[in-house]
Structure formats: structure tokens, C-alpha cells
């Protein structure tokens, strides 16, 4: 029993709730974080994440090189054995 809700506004929302945001949504600066106690930009964010995201790449890559294989390779393989 649907206690009140019909079947169809449930199938609709499962949709609502699945689709990606608009392109123009940049990160979202809650009142509480850290980054708005230091006052920074939504630009300024997407500078931080940007070097953060070339830093793992980078950081990946040279894990690659020195063992063989990644962190997250390495997790995988842990869990399959």
C-alpha cells in the first residue's frame, strides 16, 4: 500500500531526482564550510579543485611508475582475493 502517494508521481520523481545538473551549476559554498570562513570564491574553488584533480593525476601516474600499479588497482585487488 502507497499510503497516500500513487504509483505514477513516484515514477516521476525517481527521474527528477536522477538527472545531472545544469551545466552552468558550479560548486555549491555552504554557509558553515571552511570555504566560506575563509571567504573564497566559487572561481577560487574551481582553481583549488582543478590543481587538486592535476595533483592525484599526477600523484596516480607516478605510483603507476614506481609500482606497477595504482592505489586503487591495488585496493581491487585486495577485495578479489
Not at 22 to 31: D, K, L
Request: hydrophobic share 30%; aromatic share 8%; net charge negative.
Amino acid at each position: 500500500m502507497l499510503y497516500g502517494y500513487d504509483a505514477y508521481n513516484i515514477y516521476q520523481a525517481s527521474f527528477e531526482c536522477a538527472q545531472p545538473l545544469p551545466i552552468s551549476a558550479g560548486p555549491t559554498i555552504h554557509p558553515g564550510s571552511v570555504v566560506a570562513q575563509l571567504g573564497l570564491t566559487p572561481e577560487e574553488m574551481e582553481n583549488i579543485l582543478a590543481d587538486q584533480r592535476e595533483w592525484m593525476r599526477e600523484d596516480e601516474e607516478q605510483e603507476e611508475r614506481e609500482g606497477g600499479h595504482t592505489m586503487a588497482e591495488e585496493t581491487h585487488q585486495q577485495q578479489q582475493g
